[in-house]
Nanobody
Framework: QVQLVESGGGLLQAGGSLRLSCAAS????????MGWFRQAPGKEREFVAA????????YYADSVKGRFTISRDNAKNTLYLQMNSLKPEDTAVYYC?????????????????WGPGTQVTVSS
């Protein structure tokens, strides 16, 4: 089992950058595939990015490819999401999630553990 807590959200203008962090507790963080998801008001939770347990493989939603970078530091039990060239449509609550089995995935119901989320608001 793993507990997750996101941080780093905030309010910023379009074109800016932000780095989200997700701190994991537990000794098995390095065994999980990790992902970032987001949910805007009135919309379903959507996939943003995922990273394999080693960090060697990554997978991005088309909407963030080239602007966002997912990474992890297993020694620090921390997942990151570097977000550049932010747009107003990136406004959402961002969640990190852990997936115990299987490969990289974009379906929220395949992830077993979730953090409470952090708000990102991008103004135009």
């Amino acid at each position: 089992q793993v507990q997750l807590v996101e941080s780093g959200g905030g309010l910023l203008q379009a074109g800016g950058s932000l780095r989200l962090s997700c701190a994991a507790s537990g000794r098995t963080f390095s065994s999980y595939t990790m992902g970032w998801f987001r949910q805007a008001p009135g919309k379903e939770r959507e996939f943003v990015a995922a990273i394999s347990w080693s960090g060697g493989r990554t997978y991005y939603a088309d909407s963030v490819k080239g602007r966002f970078t997912i990474s992890r530091d297993n020694a620090k039990n921390t997942l990151y999401l570097q977000m550049n060239s932010l747009k107003p449509e990136d406004t959402a609550v961002y969640y990190c999630a852990a997936k115990g089995v299987g490969g990289l995935g974009n379906e929220p119901n395949k992830y077993n553990y979730w953090g409470p989320g952090t708000q990102v608001t991008v103004s135009s």
